[in-house]
């Protein structure tokens, strides 16, 4: 790992002219799914990585990538080579029938590996024809041979002097498989490659590791009669590779039974298999220097995920085989009443457990206890360090940027990225502060008030089931006459929340549109341009439904075509896409979950 600074780790770079702030649409309540949403105190000090304090509404920028160089710079490579060999493996048998398949991947990794994603573009089953077929809908992955495709990812991956014909598909057979794993205290990704000729694999992978700039202590591989075992790590990849040998022939990953039983329970051929080890992965971030009390609090036990093509597009389904039962049990009549709802472009339906109260407690409990939130209750907002950049010296930090990541600054230029760069992150710009300088600005409810404002709907919207319709718009993103939105409520208090939210949305200054009504245990309200028909009529969500897990709690969705028709820019190449659909509900206690993306003819 490279021991140079780098910025907090904020989603990406600022770029173009200072934000500026959209108009804000007209605000209504629109019943749908309800989401908890962490809380951060104003003012109380932050947990290492994370932003500064923002007031509400304030716009987030987003900073470049850690730097490059450096000794961790060819770790980075080396680690970064694993996924691309993986993906170019996937780009070769995507478009190549005559490969052979290989053996098990997970035969050869240890059990004691903590991430495992398999890809199997095996032809002898009816997968690849049909991944072959969809993909041929998109212009972008029409490519005249396999080679341009593979030539094209070495030259993304910066591997300059690779033969993508000769160092790789001359041997990669059809099933591969990438896992991560602990040994001597330290992370290792470990890669399975199917080879259909050992000597042309030694000579390929000699020369791809010459091209990543990394020796054997970084990237070590061992090549078999069928397959080909590599291990990527900061040091001692070697060491770590022979033990993954040792390991992987006594108690292999495929025959251990937390692994077993989750890959038996995904059904039929897949694509690609996923599936984690949540203790194991929550041990892992914590080799890495990264905090894993959020992670290890929320998730437990084993995950599997499957990649499939069926007819009509894409499935992902997975299963978390958890310590303890799901709480999202759902209802058998989710999708049955989602299909009643009117054949909008967008839909979302959630059952919310009974226990919704107890369940939200407990995040705010543990979003507290890590991020200290009691412990600063009463901390004064946090003062930005530094004056905001002007615009002419945003326009200025914006030039040195390129150079600072490309390493062409001199080190004059860059002492003063390195200012520009932290009074922007700590005080913004003169157009886009981080903090309001009136005396009277409002800083937002306190941690108390929050969380009595969320007792108050969770309480109300305990078993409630909840349902949301509406058609896309290009001017307004979506069309607020075209809204159905409703609330079952479990007892008859839909009067209770209409004045809750009226209370809620009037210190925001907004207000809920004419035409909600409450009369007993429902609050709803329908545009008066709502879509005809019903969502069942659809072909495509009927199927959905069929496939989705009997037990539901949360559905979603997405006319992309429709979307489409009405963003045409954005969806420019992407024509093919037809629908999106996410079902999650519960199977004997586990959480489990259907996503699919249908393409269109």
Do not use: C
């Not at 010459?210 to 009669?225: C, L, P, R, S």
Request: aromatic share 10%.
């Amino acid at each position: 790992m490279s021991s140079q600074p780098s910025p907090p780790p904020y989603q990406g770079p600022p770029s173009g002219p200072p934000y500026q702030q959209p108009p804000a649409p007209q605000q209504y309540y629109q019943p749908g799914p309800a989401q908890p949403v962490p809380y951060v105190e104003a003012g109380a000090p932050q947990a290492p990585g994370q932003p500064p304090y923002l007031p509400p509404g304030a716009y987030t920028p987003a900073p470049p990538p850690p730097p490059r160089g450096g000794r961790g710079a060819k770790v980075a490579i080396a680690t970064i080579l694993s996924v691309v060999l993986l993906a170019a493996v996937g780009a070769v048998v995507l478009f190549k029938f005559v490969l052979k398949g290989g053996p098990d991947p997970a035969e050869s990794f240890p059990a004691s590996a903590s991430m495992y994603m398999e890809l199997n573009l095996d032809p002898s089953f009816d997968q690849t024809p049909k991944l072959l077929e969809h993909l041929s809908k998109f212009e972008d992955l029409d490519y005249d041979s396999t080679d341009d495709l593979l030539a094209d990812l070495i030259e993304e991956s910066g591997l300059e002097g690779v033969d993508a014909e000769k160092d790789l598909s001359s041997w990669l057979g059809g099933r591969h498989g990438v896992a991560m794993w602990e040994y001597d205290g330290q992370p290792y990704a470990v890669v399975s490659l199917a080879s259909t000729d050992a000597g042309a694999a030694e000579d390929g992978l000699a020369n791809l590791r010459a091209a990543a700039g990394v020796d054997e202590d970084q990237m070590a591989y061992a090549v078999e009669d069928d397959h080909v075992l590599m291990v990527v790590g900061e040091t001692g990849a070697a060491a770590a590779l022979d033990a993954a040998k040792s390991e992987a022939g006594s108690e292999p990953l495929s025959a251990s039974s937390s692994y077993e039983e989750a890959r038996a329970w995904l059904d039929g051929d897949q694509l690609a298999v996923y599936w984690v080890d949540m203790e194991s992965v929550a041990e892992l971030a914590e080799l890495t220097g990264e905090d894993a009390d959020m992670f290890s609090e929320f998730y437990s036990g084993q995950l599997i995920a499957g990649f499939s093509a069926f007819d009509d597009g894409f499935e992902l389904t997975y299963r978390l085989f958890g310590g303890e039962d799901d709480p999202w049990t759902g209802s058998e009549d989710l999708l049955a009443n989602m299909g009643e709802l009117p054949a909008a472009d967008v839909a979302a339906t959630a059952h919310i457990p009974e226990n919704i109260g107890d369940l939200t407690s407990e995040w705010l409990e543990a979003y507290e206890g890590l991020y200290g939130v009691d412990d600063y209750a009463e901390a004064e907002p946090a003062e930005p360090a530094g004056d905001p950049l002007t615009a002419e010296e945003y326009t200025e930090y914006l030039e040195l940027q390129d150079g600072y990541y490309n390493g062409t600054l001199t080190a004059e230029e860059e002492t003063r990225y390195l200012e520009l760069d932290t009074r922007y992150w700590t005080a913004g710009t003169v157009e886009d502060p981080w903090v309001d300088d009136s005396d009277d600005y409002d800083y937002g409810p306190s941690a108390e008030e929050i969380e009595a404002m969320v007792t108050e709907f969770t309480d109300l919207l305990a078993g409630a089931d909840l349902s949301f319709a509406g058609d896309f718009d290009a001017e307004e993103g979506m069309n607020p006459d075209s809204v159905l939105a409703s609330a079952h409520l479990a007892e008859d208090r839909a009067a209770d929340l209409q004045a809750l939210i009226d209370e809620s949305l009037t210190e925001e200054g907004a207000e809920l549109p004419e035409g909600v009504t409450a009369d007993g245990s429902e609050i709803s309200y329908t545009g008066s341009e709502t879509a005809s028909g019903t969502l069942s009529e659809d072909s495509r969500f009927s199927d959905f439904a069929a496939a989705a897990p009997e037990q539901s709690a949360v559905a979603v969705w997405v006319d992309l075509a429709a979307a489409a028709e009405t963003f045409p820019d954005e969806f420019e190449g992407a024509q093919a896409l037809s629908a999106f659909a996410w079902a999650h509900g519960s199977d004997g206690g586990d959480g489990t979950g259907v996503l699919r993306l249908y393409l269109t003819d």
